[in-house]
Structures are given as structure tokens and as C-alpha cells.
């Protein structure tokens, strides 16, 4: 008789109700919840359990929050109003051939799996979960310049730096809505597939060229690419959406200085659809699971 998987699922987001509905639907794991102590008992079919009742040894897989470890071992839960507080030697006392998810890699969770044999697996670094991603991230994108732009999306002039995971799917979103879509792009390659495509590729050192008819410019590299030349040469009633991770791509000082309307849209994908979200993370986290075994 094959023995269950033993998880632990520990803090997390509106995303991670989705995701544990769906791993619970395989009966070999056996889950534990910590940091759901606001839901009512039942509400996701597995029994919530306090941090101090787990025994590390047991455990196979742990899945921490997409945030991960703050540096103090504190572990954030959307569902929970108790701090949550992992203790020094945790990691330690986990088998080695155990799992580790969570959604980056923090400085707590760098140093404290550094001499450990587990195998952790950072889920928002990985090429499967951004291209999934890319889809709720386009679809969001979409919703805040429909919110905010003073033009229809159709015929407007749109600009998407970066042509990667992200940028490829916000291209082709924006196209199929009627606007003309130029990518701003490091490599000759890459403008060679923007046409290819059907956009209009460019180098970045062109940028201030397309930054002046623009209505709405959307940043995806996650560099410093849109700094004063750049935001002085837009309109004024041009909307920016910068996608790019933390610090982002964009001079925020000068666009608010400029009076211009810009948004840093982080973590789209759990604003907008945290049910796809969840799935997505479920599903891989799944596969993950059997490859490893």
C-alpha cells in the first residue's frame, strides 16, 4: 500500500484556497493547514493546524507563501490574524529529500536552506508558472488601461517593453484588441520576431522615438528602461503600466513629478483571476511532485 504524501501548507493568499482545493482532490496527500485559523473549520475539507503541532521530520513537501520568509522566519497569511513564526532549526529537521515551493527566494530562506540537501523550488522563477502567468498578467493589464486610459484601446498606440514570457502575451492581447503595438527590445533577434509577429519592433535605444505618439506604455523588463529623457518625451495624458518585478523599470519620482499617470501593477495574476492563479500553482506544484518521487 503506497503511503501518502505528507504536506504542509503554511500561510499564503486568496490564491492558495484555489490551490488547495485541488491538491486535496488527490487522495495520496495528506495535508496540513497552518495559518487558516479565520476560516471555518471544514470550509476546505482538511483540519487547520497550529505551526507547533507539525513535526518537520513527517513532512515531504512544504509549500510556503509566494512572498516566502521574511528575514525574521515570519511567514504572512492572508487567513490568519496570528503571527506566524518559523523556528531556527525548522528547515534542519526536514528530511532531505523532502520539497520545499514557495513563490521567490528570500535572504531567511538563501541562508537557511544553504547547507541543506532539500530540494526548494522558487514557483515565480520558473518558465512554466510565468508563461500561465502571462495570461491573468495580460488580461490585468488590460482591465487598469480600460480604467484609466482617455482613449478606446482600439487604434491606440501601444508600446510594450520587452518581448519575454510576459511581454509576447501582452503584445498579442492588445493586438487582438484593435491597437497598434510597437515592442521596444535589447537584441536584433528579438525585433526580427516582433515582425514576425506582426509588431512593430525596435531597438531601446529608439525608445524616445515611439514615447511621443504613445497613449499607453507598458514596461516589463525589470531594469531602469523609462527614466527622465524617456518620461519627458511622453504626453501628457499617456498611461504607463509597469509589470516588471520590484524596484520596476520606471522613474516613479519624475513620471509623479511629471504629473503623469503611472501604475506599478504587482502580482496581477492574484488580483485579477486568484482562481487561474491557484490552478496554475496547484498543477505545477503536482507535476513537481511526481517528477520527484
Known amino acids: 500500500m503506497m503511503l501518502k504524501k505528507q504536506l504542509a501548507i503554511i500561510g499564503g493568499d486568496a490564491r492558495y484556497l484555489e490551490l488547495i482545493k485541488k491538491l486535496i482532490s488527490n487522495t495520496n496527500y495528506q495535508i496540513q493547514l497552518i495559518g487558516y485559523d479565520l476560516l471555518d473549520q471544514g470550509f476546505l475539507g482538511v483540519k487547520y493546524t497550529d505551526l507547533d503541532e507539525v513535526s518537520p521530520e ?12 521574511e528575514s525574521n522566519g515570519q511567514v504572512k497569511s492572508t487567513f490568519s490574524n496570528r ?18 515551493f514557495s513563490g521567490i527566494t528570500t535572504p531567511y530562506l538563501s541562508e537557511k536552506l544553504a547547507n541543506q540537501k532539500l530540494t526548494f523550488i522558487p514557483l515565480m522563477e520558473r518558465d512554466d508558472v510565468a508563461i500561465y502567468n502571462s495570461v ?5 493589464a488590460i482591465l487598469l488601461a480600460l480604467q484609466h486610459m482617455k482613449t478606446t484601446l482600439h487604434d491606440a498606440n501601444v508600446v510594450v517593453l520587452g ?14 484588441l484593435g491597437a497598434h503595438v510597437s515592442t521596444g527590445v535589447r537584441k536584433t533577434r528579438d525585433i526580427a520576431k516582433a515582425h514576425t509577429l506582426g509588431y512593430n519592433g525596435f531597438h531601446l535605444s529608439e525608445l524616445t522615438s515611439y514615447t511621443k505618439k504613445c497613449h499607453l506604455l507598458i514596461n516589463t523588463i525589470p531594469v531602469m528602461v523609462l527614466d527622465k529623457e524617456q518620461l519627458n518625451t511622453l504626453q501628457s495624458d499617456a498611461l504607463i503600466i509597469d509589470l516588471a518585478s ?12 511629471r504629473g503623469l499617470n503611472t501604475i506599478h501593477a504587482l502580482g496581477l495574476p492574484a ?15 503536482d507535476q513537481l511532485i511526481i517528477d520527484h518521487q
Open 83 to 100: 503571527s506566524l513564526f518559523l523556528p531556527d532549526d525548522w528547515f534542519e529537521r526536514i528530511k532531505s529529500k523532502a520539497l520545499i
Open 58 to 69: 513527517t513532512l515531504d513537501v512544504v509549500i510556503l507563501p509566494i512572498t516566502g520568509v
Open 136 to 140: 491573468p498578467t495580460a488580461e490585468g
Open 163 to 176: 518581448l519575454g514570457r510576459v511581454g509576447l502575451t501582452v503584445a498579442d492581447k492588445f493586438t487582438k
Open 271 to 285: 488580483k485579477v483571476a486568484p482562481k487561474t492563479a491557484g490552478e496554475i500553482l496547484a498543477n505545477v506544484i
Open 246 to 257: 520590484k524596484p520596476g523599470g520606471v522613474n516613479f519620482a519624475h513620471a509623479k513629478k
